[in-house]
């Protein structure tokens, strides 16, 4: 493989550029202007673009009811390793020419298991060197890396909940060797989504013990990435299903509550996928909220769900509407540290052009770039920040403020009740809020 070898796979994709909001070309960005300044900081540095490896240069188009509809020239090497280095030439060619700033990938994705734990360690190591130089070459950096620990037949029980200790030794295994090249690649956080660590019936699961041994499984991670050096985020990513009937890592408020449980809550953040809100029956903003609330919002798969079906769909974010509350929470929370916008997303399995990549991706950006511009206006024009502190002015003085102090038994706020009386209605003003958004979705620059 030769690094430099930029152009083979996407020969007539040019390096994006951005050509504003009139540009008819489906190879510009209309609103991803990465230099543009908003706030403190650059569109490049607020939304911390990465691309996964997964979606982009693993997937085939196939699903349950049919084979692969794309042709991926990267994929036509018979040798595994062949193939994993051209992967490799494929997906730097296009981060570059995307101009996206980072990237992710599970072990499985960047090199091919091996006979044994050895070779498929062999055969990582070998590409992460050859990603090593892509990097410094590039300026691309990796966001966050993780274990593929679902694919695997040795995986259908789970693994670290899996009911045999030998399976948990391999996810060990991987754990390590992925902890070590997240290190070396400078990863910033390192991502658990427990795939298959859930159950399909409770008639054959002991529930309360495999919960405690993937407790003890992250213990393990995180003190062996502390001690080689890993000052990153752990971060866990959770879904309620699929693969599993019930995943563990269910929403964002159980894995919260199991990192809390497991006193893991200090090493370890939330990565929130859209898609995966949908699923657990949330929005999208629910599970931020409540990941920011616990100090615990680490990264995000950004991505759609589908609220007409029951599964992981991973379409590309383009509802504006959804991505500008998402922003707003997001801003609020500070903005990304080590995390960012990952597009956990797939083209649809019709979407068969090469270019279609880029124009998917081009697209998300471009509507979260605009998501944050719309929501940084909002909360500049203030209207809707300041209705929601209003609204619990009560709070702020008098019995409220003892009320939330702690200064009060029960019998003295009762007292309180028989002393005011019935109190005024308030008006939760959610249509004047929404027509606020729609005004500033609307009224452009
Ligand atoms: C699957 C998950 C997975 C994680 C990384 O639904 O989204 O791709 O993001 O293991
Ligand atoms: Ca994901
Ligand atoms: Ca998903």
Redesign the pocket.
């Known amino acids: 493989m030769s690094p430099s070898s930029t152009d083979a796979y996407f020969p007539s994709v040019p390096k994006i550029a951005y050509e504003g909001p009139k540009s008819d070309n489906p190879l510009a960005f209309k609103f991803y202007d990465e230099n543009r300044v908003i706030g403190q900081k650059t569109l490049k540095e607020h939304l911390r673009f990465a691309v996964?490896y997964?979606h982009t240069f693993c997937g085939d188009g196939s699903d349950p009811f049919g084979m692969g509809t794309w042709q991926r020239p990267w994929a036509e090497h018979a040798d595994p390793m062949d193939r994993a280095k051209a992967k490799m030439d494929a997906a730097f060619e296009l981060f570059v020419k995307l101009g996206a700033p980072f990237y992710v990938f599970?072990d499985r994705d960047m090199s091919p298991e091996g006979s044994s734990v050895a070779e498929s360690e062999r055969n990582l190591r070998t590409l992460v060197e050859l990603a090593k130089i892509k990097q410094q070459e590039t300026g691309i950096k990796l966001m966050w890396g993780?274990c593929?620990l679902?694919s695997h037949p040795r995986y259908m029980n789970g693994a670290a909940t899996n009911p045999d200790v030998n399976v948990i030794a391999h996810a060990a295994a991987q754990v390590k060797a992925g902890l070590e090249v997240t290190v070396e690649l400078g990863g910033g956080c390192f991502?658990f989504?427990g795939?298959r660590e859930g159950y399909s019936t409770l008639l054959n699961t002991q529930m309360k013990r495999e919960i405690e041994h993937v407790g003890r499984f992250f213990e393990m991670a995180r003190d062996y990435g502390r001690r080689i050096g890993f000052t990153g985020d752990f971060l866990i990513?959770p879904?309620p299903m699929?693969p599993s009937k019930h995943q563990y890592d269910f929403d964002a408020a159980t894995a919260i509550g199991f990192l809390r449980r497991f006193d893991l809550h200090r090493d370890f953040k939330l990565?929130i996928?859209a898609?995966?809100a949908t699923l657990a029956n949330h929005t999208f903003a629910h599970e931020l909220q409540t990941a920011a609330d616990a100090g615990m919002l680490g990264s995000v798969?950004a991505n759609r769900g589908d609220y007409q079906n029951g599964w992981?769909t991973?379409q590309f974010p383009t509802d504006l509407y959804q991505i500008v509350e998402a922003m707003m929470i997001i801003l609020e929370n500070g903005g990304f540290t080590r995390g960012g916008l990952?597009f956990?997303a797939k083209l649809r399995r019709n979407s068969t052009d090469l270019e279609d990549l880029f124009i998917a991706h081009i697209g998300a950006m471009d509507a979260f770039a605009k998501g944050l511009e719309i929501a940084h206006r909002v909360i500049e024009d203030g209207r809707i920040p300041r209705l929601r502190e209003e609204r619990y002015r009560s709070f702020d003085s008098g019995v409220g403020k003892q009320f939330e102090d702690g200064e009060l038994t029960l019998e003295q706020l009762a007292d309180h009740a028989a002393k005011s009386g019935e109190p005024a209605r308030t008006s939760g003003k959610q249509e004047l809020i929404e027509n606020i958004i729609n005004q500033i979705c609307f009224s452009g620059e």
């Open positions: 996964c997964w599970h993780t593929n679902f991502v989504w795939g990513e879904k699929e990565n996928e898609n995966h798969d992981d991973d990952n956990d």
